[in-house]
């Protein structure tokens, strides 16, 4: 997935995909990182969006 992040530098989907991996590997910080930087090319993404709050949430929980 880090690969494909890198062959489509100006893309979305490459790293939405990668968050998701992410996430489900249980690296909650890393998949932060991941669509947080999918949201720089594209602030509005709904995907990026969602994913972005769910994480926060989940990783606010892990703090507490």
Known sequence: ??????LSPGQ??????????????GDLPGALRA?????????DE???LELRDRLRARLGSCEA
């Open 1 to 6: 997935f880090t690969r494909a992040v890198r």
């Open 12 to 25: 979305v989907e490459p790293r939405l995909v990668l968050a998701r991996a992410l996430q489900r590997s």
């Open 35 to 43: 669509v947080e930087s999918a949201l720089t090319l594209q602030a």
């Open 46 to 48: 709904p995907r990026c």
